[in-house]
């Protein structure tokens, strides 16, 4: 009897068992579906503390200014993957009412960011202009905007332009884009002459004008509007006026040119007379060089005035300054090369893949440079001789953070994805060998790459692209873009050849500013440069 009792009592303990782990069983399940919901609502509060790094992290996104704002970047980003693991309601009773107006912001910011819901992007739209400092932000949505694939980058001087200009040499490249490329054999367009449409290879454009150009050329607007499509849009980069100085005289040597290599700091040699050592050079030589034409205002230069400006009241070089910000939609900084390309790209209503790159032309510094050996005596130096590109930079520098306060929280997002994809590529495609080589036929060296061999094969191309440098592209471009080349063919047989009406052709553009010209000028076909 006692055995049977023993018995139904084990049985019954096992039926306890059982029904408990169902019950806990089924509460597990419930919880599951029940959690997200939880935490879309925000019922599960992050801690104080990660609420007043969040706080830091609103501000600095208000503040476009703040030179912090990848610390807050990832400190938020940090703090999430700690919090949502987290499933215990924890309040906090001494929090703030301007804590828990930043919670709100926060959820909005949260929910916009995992795109769980429309209606939730549409309140954070609401929220940002209600709290943002200011009322004209761009509106910018890049599901419904149209990229502008119409672009001359006028191309300055040691200002990472070469880098840029590896993205534009492949944004036209992997769009089927017309790219204007300098004639057979050269590598820029007349430089330091003022660009002219002589200079441009008309057979790989084949009467068409152009999406892209992005070659050194000297700024002369109506030539190149001759080449150019209707559309197109104008950009170029500046950077800081002393450390453009300082890299430009060094990596061109200048330092030979004057006869200087022997001093320990020629730079500084050369500016405590610069009219006497130009002086001697012209007695000295038949011929200047070339890179001679930089030696003062060269970005001034570039763009298409005389690098004799600097010596010009402030009136006319303010005058000069106006003029170019009306013809060019967009300057860029070099200081700021990652904000600079994310202007670019919600400007241009472009894809962050298309921006993001491994730096080009990068000089390679060597024991006899100065770099190191910038004084602030020879910084104002640099500063006086050069009175025209610091007004000219100073002036852009300004309107460019003006552009980026304008586009708000987004450009700050964008910033850090960015910097995220250029790490990930370069790990990805750079060899850590380092190859060093010479560039444009000049004699500064400069620091080039070599391809990963262990590269993905998803990435193998992009990386490819990403390491060509400019003269390789050039040459590339003109075995592409060849109209008797089976590419072309198989693209015109496709119906995706650029096509343009027989009014608009290169030719008759051509034939039309010709004739303006010799109405007014009595017989000058030549386009007109910059005075």
């Known amino acids: 009897m006692s055995l049977l009792f023993r018995r139904n009592k084990i049985m019954r303990f096992q039926r306890f068992l059982f029904f408990s782990f169902l019950g806990l069983s089924f509460m597990c399940f419930i919880a599951s579906l029940l959690l997200p919901k939880i935490k879309e609502r925000n019922l599960i509060h992050f801690p104080s503390k990660t609420l007043s790094r969040y706080a830091e992290f609103l501000r600095a996104k208000l503040n476009p200014s703040t030179s912090t704002e990848n610390r807050y970047v990832q ?143 000297r700024y002369n607007r109506p030539a190149m509007d001759i080449v150019m499509r209707s559309d197109t849009k104008y950009i170029t980069i500046l950077r800081d006026p002393v450390n453009q100085f300082e890299s430009t005289f060094n990596y061109m040597e200048l330092y030979r040119d004057f006869n200087l290599p022997k001093f320990p700091n020629p730079m500084e040699v050369f500016l405590k007379n610069p009219y006497g050592h130009l002086q001697n050079l012209t007695k000295r030589v038949k011929s200047l060089p070339e890179s001679i034409n930089l030696v003062r205002n060269g970005m001034f230069f570039d763009l298409g005035f005389s690098s004799l400006m600097g010596s010009r009241k402030d009136s006319e070089l303010r005058n000069a300054i106006a003029n170019i910000e009306k013809e060019f939609s967009l300057v860029l900084i070099m200081e700021y090369f990652d904000e600079s390309l994310v202007l670019l790209k919600r400007e241009f209503c472009w894809d962050l893949d298309d921006v993001i790159y491994i730096k080009q032309n990068q000089r390679k510094y060597g024991n006899n440079t100065s770099h190191n050996f910038i004084s602030a005596q020879l910084r104002r130096r640099i500063r006086n001789w050069n009175r025209a590109d610091v007004l000219l930079y100073e002036h852009f520098n300004k309107t460019f953070w003006e552009k980026i306060k304008r586009h708000g929280r987004g450009f700050y997002e964008d910033l850090t994805e960015l910097k995220r994809k250029n790490l990930e590529m370069c790990r990805d495609c750079v060899s850590p060998e380092e190859v060093t080589e010479t560039a444009f036929r000049l004699s500064g060296k400069i620091r080039g790459f070599k391809l990963n061999n262990g590269v993905s094969r998803f990435n193998r191309y992009l990386c490819e692209k990403l390491l060509t440098n400019e003269i390789d592209y050039i040459n590339y471009f003109r075995r592409k873009l060849n109209p008797h080349s089976e590419y072309q063919k198989q693209l015109r047989a496709a119906g995706k050849a650029p096509h343009t009406s027989a009014e608009n052709t290169i030719s008759q553009r051509i034939r039309a500013f010709q004739s303006k010209q010799l109405q007014i000028r009595a017989g000058n076909p030549v386009p007109k440069a910059r005075p």
């Open 75 to 217: 400190a938020a980003s940090d703090d999430l993957s700690q919090s949502s693991s987290s499933t215990e309601p924890q309040e906090d009773d001494a929090e703030s009412e301007s804590v828990r107006a930043v919670d709100r912001e926060i959820e909005e910011i949260l929910n916009s960011t995992n795109g769980q819901s429309e209606d939730l992007a549409v309140e954070e739209e609401d929220d940002i202009q209600e709290t943002s400092t200011e009322e004209s932000l761009v509106k910018y949505d890049e599901l419904s905007c149209t990229p502008h694939k119409s672009i001359a980058f006028l191309k300055t001087h040691k200002t990472g332009s070469s880098t840029l200009t590896n993205i534009l040499n492949r944004y036209a490249d992997l769009r089927e884009l017309s790219i204007a490329l300098p004639r057979e054999h050269l590598y820029r367009f007349g430089w330091p002459g003022y660009f002219n449409w002589r200079n441009v290879d008309m057979f790989r454009l084949n009467g068409q004008p152009a999406h892209i150009l992005c070659n050194h050329a």
